[in-house]
């Protein structure tokens, strides 16, 4: 019988950069592979190695967990883990890697799109569904990614089943409208479940866009969040 394997980019640990738990320090998984092109005018996402251009290998559950035991080894005192990508629903094999991880004590957040749905378990779920500002205009991706950047009723789903945010990759104040109406479609009431991230991968891109962010927090209640991770370290894989 075939051992169960995942598409891996990398293993690493890092802070989390975004979100509720910002700056807590984590081992991350990062899985290769997305249904998504995201591209903000001349700008891809930020881990366009796992999307545009998908690199990585496959590996089996096991080789996963020794590569994390490995750098858990040097940082007990990290006891939190966060599956991301690329994006992590499209690997069938995912509730048994989210399983073992919880089985050796893991605190798991899940990043994903929201646009895919598995019964996981995990402790938290990041959601971040993708704004029409995110198409990839002019490419053949364009159609396929508007069709599937958003999907009402999965993040319904995730929503109704677990402990999530809502994070929104905000590239101008034209986004707002968009962002207020799928809360209202989504039934979000709460203020502090939102999160607006600055658009950017360097920190000359993020400064653009952080105040944008920031006014409509204010405006609305919602929680602001920079990406610390690029702030530190630059948009560098292994951070």
Not at 41 to 48: L, R, W, Y
Not at 90 to 107: D, E, M, T
Request: net charge negative; with cysteine; proline share 5%.
């Amino acid at each position: 019988m075939t051992a169960a394997s995942v598409y891996i980019h990398e293993i690493f640990v890092s802070i989390q950069g975004e979100g509720r738990y910002i700056g807590r320090p984590s081992i991350f998984v990062r899985m290769s592979g997305c249904n998504l092109r995201c591209k903000w005018g001349d700008t891809p996402c930020d881990t366009a190695y796992t999307s545009w251009e998908a690199t990585g290998e496959m590996l089996d559950i096991a080789t996963v967990m020794a590569r994390v035991s490995e750098l858990h080894s040097d940082h007990t005192h990290i006891d939190h883990l966060v599956i991301t990508g690329g994006e992590p629903m499209l690997q069938p094999k995912l509730p048994i890697l989210v399983k073992a991880i919880q089985a050796a004590g893991f605190f798991v957040t899940i990043e994903t799109n929201g646009t895919r749905y598995l019964e996981l378990g995990a402790e938290f779920i990041s959601l971040s569904p993708k704004l029409r500002t995110s198409a990839p205009v002019g490419t053949n991706f364009e159609q396929r990614h508007e069709a599937e950047r958003y999907n009402p009723e999965v993040l319904r789903q995730w929503l109704a089943s677990n402990d999530c945010q809502l994070k929104f990759v905000v590239d101008s104040a034209d986004d707002e409208p968009e962002i207020v109406l799928i809360l209202a479609e989504l039934g979000v009431h709460d203020p502090a479940r939102v999160y607006l991230m600055p658009q950017g991968i360097c920190i000359e891109q993020l400064a653009a866009t952080a105040r944008i962010c920031g006014d409509l927090c204010i405006a609305h209640g919602w929680r602001y969040t920079p990406r610390a991770h690029i702030e530190i370290y630059g948009n560098t894989p292994g951070t």
